[in-house]
């Protein structure tokens, strides 16, 4: 437990870092992505829409742990944002604090699915 409140210090500390030096500005903590891409947005509501399927199946049935689920649904979403920016928001260099993001989350699932923590 204490290795994944490091991971989320550590994944906050090097964002704010991130930040300072490449100068970029702080997003909104809260809300929804403005996609500028419209394939990458349809990917996105297809992802929401299994990811609900998919935790109410596991529900169900219990095929894996439902931290697994959304681990792995933080990785996609950040991922197709990050891709978004990555194309058509190079100059902002919000991609690359969406990219060291995703990385965390992938740090945390996969310690969380090894049974590490």
Do not use: C, H
């Not at 609900?52 to 933080?74: H, N, Q, T």
């Amino acid at each position: 437990m204490y290795i994944l409140i490091m991971l989320v210090v550590a994944a906050v500390v090097v964002d704010f870092i991130l930040r300072k030096v490449l100068d970029i500005p702080r997003s909104k903590f809260w809300g929804k992505y403005e996609y500028e891409s419209l394939a990458l947005e349809r990917w996105d509501k297809y992802v929401m829409v299994v990811f609900v399927l998919f935790l109410i199946l596991d529900m169900i049935f219990i095929v894996v742990e439902p931290y697994i689920v959304s681990f792995l649904f933080l990785v996609v979403n950040i991922l197709l944002k990050s891709i978004d920016e990555w194309k058509y928001k190079q100059e902002t260099k919000e991609y690359v604090t969406s990219f060291v993001q995703m990385g965390f989350f992938f740090t945390a699932f996969v310690l969380l699915a090894s049974g590490r923590i």
